[in-house]
């Protein structure tokens, strides 16, 4: 039985593979998840009405089993219509779940352009993809090592 609050079986079996700087994201309900992934990663859809689950609580989950280096958001060009309302209210959401994890990382805004290429890459293992539908509601982490 497992002691973490993860407890997706697909979700651990690709973590239990994953090893430093692999990249993991936490993609919200409009997220193109099938177009814009590594060549290496898999798919888990937990999609399974709009809102439910969200991408604060996947994240949740994901801290409780494994160490991370780095946590980005899909950061908002300065072009699009969004980026004059400022910080997305759902980014306090993931420092939250970051604090909570006792994580002293602050999040990165990677631009969105760029931010796809973040998860195209080889190290890319896993999508999870949630029903969230909060506006740049996605999380990519970066995993660490475990130390003694």
Known sequence: MLKHQLIHPKINEVLGRAGHHSVILIADGNYPV??????????????????????????????????VDAVNTMGIPADDSYAQKGEPPVWAEFRQEVKAAGLKLELQPILKWDFYKAVESADHILTIQTGDQALWGNVLLTVGCRTA
């Open 34 to 67: 099938w177009g814009k992934k590594g060549p290496n990663a898999e798919l888990v859809s937990l999609n399974l009405s709009p809102g439910i689950p969200t991408v604060a609580q996947v994240l949740r989950a994901v801290l409780s089993a494994v160490p």
